[in-house]
C-alpha cells in the first residue's frame, strides 16, 4: 500500500494534483490544513482494492502456524513422566491438532476481518464521495463565479433550459479558452447541435416503408402520434398502401380512438392481442408499404415492458420500435424510460407534448446522452398538422428560449454551488465521453 501525501494552497489545486497523479479513482484517507497549506493524503484505487487480497494470506499463515502451534509447544516443554493411559492418548490428540478447533477459529478470524475491512472500505468511499461534493461546491462558489463569469453565466442558462447539471458542467469545462465571453453560448449551442442526430427527412419512413412500432409508457400520446404519421403515409401513397394494428386491449376506448381515425383515412385497424395474433398480422399484411402499430402504454417499471419488447422482436418480422417521449417529464423519469423500453436497440424516438413543456432541455439531453435519433417532435393534437420533422438549431435555440422565468424554480448566484455539487460522482458517466465537441 502507497500512501502519497500532498500540498498545495487550494483544495482545488490540491484535488487536481491527486487526480493528475493518482487518477479519478484515488481514495481519499484524510484532508486538512498544514501551516496554511491544504495536505491530502490519498491512495490509489488498485491499491485500495489489493487490501483484500493479504487477507487471504494472513489466514492461510494463521492456519498454519496455529496447526503447527501444539508440535512446538511439544518440542519445548522439558520432558517428565505421564500416566501410561495419558501419555498413549497423547500422540493422538497431538495428530488431531492441525484439523481441530484452533484452524476453525483462524477461518472465523479471517472472515471477521475481511468483513471489517470490506466496511472500512465502504466508508472510505463514503468519505471520498462526500469530499469530492464539498470540492466541486468549493469550486464553483463565489471565487470561482469571479474568476469566469462567462462561464457561469452559461452554466445557469443551461440549468434553466433544463439540462442536466452534469452535462451543463461537463460542456462549460470544455469551453475553450480562445473563446470570448460572448461567444460561450454560442458554442455550446453549436456543440448540442452536433450531437442532436436527426433524420434530414421524410423518406426514411415515408418512401421507404417498412413496419413501425410507437412504445412508450401511458399518456405520452402514441395513439394520436400514430394517426399523424397515418395521415402522412396516405397523403403520400393513398389508404391501400397502408395497415394499422393495435395491440392496446386494455384502455377503453383505445381500440375505438385508432378505429375512429383509421375511418376518417380509409384505413383498416387490426387488434391484435399477442405474439401469434401480431405473427398472423404481419404475415398476411406483407403487400403494404407500411404498417404501424400502436402499442399499449404501460409504466416503466412495469415487468410487462420487456414483454412487449420481446413480442415486438420475436415475430419474424423486422420491426422498427420508435419510443414516444414526453417533453414535459423530468430527465430522471425520462432516462428511467429509455433505459427500460431499449432492448435490443430502438430505432429513434419522437418528442412529444411540447406545447405543454415549460422547457425541453431536459428531453434533448436524454436523447444526445443516449444517443437516440430523433424523428419528429409533436406539439399538438391537430392531426396530420401538429407533427414536424425535427430541425436540430430550431430546437437548439427554442430550448434556450423556454428557459425557466418563474422565481421559485431560478437558480441564483448563491444556489449554483450547492448545485454543482451533486456532479461530482457523476463525471464519469460514460454517456458523457460520447458527447463530440468538434
Not at 13 to 20: F, K, T
Not at 349 to 375: F, H, P, W
Amino acid at each position: 500500500m502507497n500512501v502519497k501525501k500532498f500540498s498545495a494552497n487550494t483544495s482545488r489545486e490540491a484535488w487536481r494534483m491527486v487526480r493528475e497523479a493518482l487518477g479519478p479513482d484515488a481514495v481519499i484517507l484524510s484532508n486538512k490544513t498544514v501551516n496554511g497549506m491544504v495536505e491530502i493524503l490519498a491512495l490509489a484505487g488498485e491499491d485500495m482494492s489489493s487490501l483484500s487480497a493479504p487477507l487471504h494470506e494472513q489466514g492461510s499463515t494463521f492456519e498454519s502456524s496455529a496447526a503447527r502451534a501444539p508440535a512446538s509447544r511439544k518440542m519445548a516443554e522439558p520432558p517428565r513422566a505421564e500416566a501410561p493411559r495419558r501419555a498413549a492418548s497423547a500422540p493422538a490428540r497431538t495428530a488431531a491438532a492441525p484439523g481441530g478447533a484452533q484452524p476453525s477459529f483462524a477461518a472465523g478470524q479471517t472472515a471477521r476481518q475481511q468483513a471489517e475491512m470490506i466496511e472500512v472500505m465502504s466508508e472510505i468511499r463514503s468519505m471520498r464521495g462526500m469530499l469530492e461534493s464539498q470540492l466541486a461546491e468549493i469550486a464553483w462558489g463565489g471565487a470561482q463565479q469571479q474568476r469566469h463569469p462567462a462561464k457561469a453565466a452559461v452554466l445557469k442558462e443551461m440549468l434553466a433550459a433544463g439540462f442536466s447539471a452534469t452535462l451543463a458542467r461537463y460542456l462549460v469545462e470544455k469551453i475553450p479558452a480562445s473563446v470570448t465571453s460572448d461567444g460561450g453560448l454560442n458554442w455550446i449551442k453549436a456543440v448540442l447541435a452536433r450531437n442532436l442526430a436527426v433524420i434530414e427527412n421524410e423518406s426514411e419512413i415515408l418512401e421507404q416503408g417498412g413496419v413501425y412500432a410507437l412504445v412508450g409508457p401511458t399518456g405520452v400520446g402514441k395513439t394520436t402520434t400514430t394517426a399523424k404519421l397515418a395521415a402522412r403515409c396516405v397523403m403520400r401513397h393513398g389508404p391501400s398502401k397502408l395497415a394499422l394494428i393495435t395491440t392496446d386491449g386494455y384502455r377503453i376506448g383505445g381500440y375505438e380512438q385508432l378505429r375512429i381515425y383509421g375511418k376518417i383515412l380509409g384505413v383498416m385497424v387490426h387488434s391484435v392481442k399477442d405474439e401469434t395474433d401480431l405473427r398472423i398480422a404481419l404475415d398476411e399484411l406483407k403487400s403494404k408499404h407500411t404498417v404501424l402499430i400502436d402499442t399499449v402504454g404501460m409504466s416503466q417499471r412495469d415487468k410487462m415492458v420487456a414483454e412487449q419488447v420481446a413480442m415486438l422482436s420475436g415475430t419474424g418480422t423486422p420491426v422498427k420500435r420508435l419510443l414516444c417521449l414526453a417533453a414535459t417529464s423530468t430527465g430522471e423519469t425520462l432516462n428511467e424510460v429509455v433505459r427500460s423500453y431499449q432492448g435490443t436497440g430502438l430505432a429513434g424516438c419522437i418528442m412529444t407534448k411540447m406545447d405543454e413543456a415549460a422547457t425541453i432541455g431536459s428531453a434533448l439531453d436524454v436523447i444526445i446522452r443516449q444517443k437516440l435519433n430523433l424523428y419528429y417532435v409533436a406539439n399538438g393534437q391537430r392531426v396530420p398538422e401538429d407533427l414536424h420533422v425535427a430541425n436540430r438549431q430550431y430546437l437548439i435555440d427554442r430550448a434556450f428560449k423556454l428557459k425557466r422565468e418563474t422565481a421559485p424554480f431560478q437558480i441564483h448566484d448563491d444556489e449554483l454551488p450547492l448545485v454543482m455539487a451533486n456532479t461530482a460522482r457523476n463525471m464519469g458517466d460514460k454517456s458523457l465521453s460520447g458527447v463530440h465537441l468538434g
